[in-house]
């Protein structure tokens, strides 16, 4: 007999959602002014019949998922295709549990499955779609999935990781690091959360690197509205203490002095921390290591604001098995990209990088057992942003607030495309919008993950597509 909390999907629909952006934001060597959103509704039903819906919403960030030469439609066709598979494969996937249990199973079976079809290559079987694109694809199901199951119990979806709900320990999903004296046997989830979750969180700014940071750099091109442009205008006007700097990863001198001039700018607003993003470009760890040496030399004060870089390297590290042990001892290294799952930072950690940066767009299931495995490992994390907007928002900040990170949590859609959450601001102001450089998670509430969907009035079209048992 299954146990009385199992489920199972039994309906999928997809929405894709349009955002422009109201400035640019560059990705490595590309540049994103609009992007498509991905939202999910399933229908779950349990061993007795009774069923729940639940959401899910993933920005289809086409340059970050999948840096190529192939056209921006081209990729973000694919990517649209590719959902379209994943919601028919949800519904007709076979799996029964809790939401950790089915999401794990499919991403281990189901997914790489769908991967390899010849028809979802754009075309190009020279350049087919990345893991990582799969992923952010998946995550919207795999989100709504958690959704329904709170939403069938009638508790907040954090309350569930554990027993009674989880059938299974973490030693069936996760494999200690070699000559550890870890074991997951009898541990779930919950062991590695916060055991009551703040309402307000540290905001992370992001300096993107087409940003203007001073009149000097104003080109006339930028939005005339009531949102700020300049870096000083946005650190006096939410509070900032925080911020995340984008940086070229291939310039080693603009690099060096962007740093320099986003930390002075920090200085004289009061501002406590940076971090440095090599944007996944950089190859030998000697360039990061110079730029923090020289940094350190000339202005240490600058230095000393760096807590954490990330990610200065490229995507895949079974192609790019890079030593890093040489930056992780001058600051602490987080990966991002690479972080697909946890055993891409069981392998990190080998490398040498010493924290991880969790993405609800890599999936809910995904998020939480990497970080119970760099948990149990000593290893720090941070919960980094996809400039999500809209529903998006909510899991990825409840994810901050439950894991518990180095400092707060990255959030920019309110930089990029603010008027695209107005909807949901009204029901959750303090998660659209910076005060006093926080984040207020305080009216999230209720089961799932506590959307208020009810309450939030936002005209959707019919869905792109509609599968059922």
Known sequence: MEPATDIQIIAASLYFLPVKARVPLKFGTETMTHVSCARVCVKVVDEKGRTAEGWGETPLSVQWVWPASLTYE?????????????????????????????????????????LKKKNIHAGHASEPMPWLAALVCCSAFDLALHDAYGNLHQRPI???????????????????????????????????????????????????????????????????????????????????????????????????????????????????????????????????????????????????????????????????????????????????????????????RELGWSGVALKTCKTQTGALLSCCWARAHGMALMVQDLTNPMLAQIPHLLLAAHVGTIMGVETNSMQFYPEASVAEEKVHPGLYRRREGKVDLSTLDGPGFGYRLKEIHRELAEPIALFAR
């Open 74 to 114: 081209a990729r973000l066709g694919t990517l649209q295709q590719f959902c379209n598979l994943l919601a028919e494969a949800w519904v007709g996937f076979d799996g029964k549990g809790h939401p950790i249990e089915i999401g794990h199973e499919f991403q281990k079976y189901i997914l790489p499955a769908l």
């Open 158 to 348: 954090y309350e569930t990781y554990g027993p009674p709900f989880l059938n299974r320990d973490l030693g069936e999903f996760l494999t200690p690091a070699e000559n550890s004296k870890v074991s997951f046997k009898g541990k779930f989830p919950r062991d590695f959360l916060r055991a009551k979750r703040p309402d307000q969180l540290c905001a992370w700014h992001l300096v993107g690197g087409v940003d203007p940071l001073d009149k000097s750099e104003l080109t006339g091109s930028e939005p005339t509205d009531d949102y700020p442009v300049l870096l000083a205008d946005w650190i006096k006007r939410d509070g900032l203490k925080c911020l995340k700097v984008k940086l070229r990863g291939n310039d080693a001198e603009w690099d060096f002095q962007r740093m320099i001039k986003v930390g002075t700018i920090a200085m004289e607003n009061a501002v406590a921390w940076l971090s440095a993003d090599f944007n996944c470009t950089v190859t030998d760890p000697d360039y990061v290591n110079s730029i923090l040496d020289r940094l350190r030399d000339e202005h240490p004060r600058v230095y000393g604001m760096i807590l954490y870089v990330e990610q200065p390297f490229p995507y895949e590290l079974e192609h790019h098995p890079i030593d890093v042990h040489s930056v992780s001892a001058r600051k602490p290294l987080f990966l991002d990209e690479s972080a697909h799952d946890w055993s891409q930072v069981k392998r990190g």
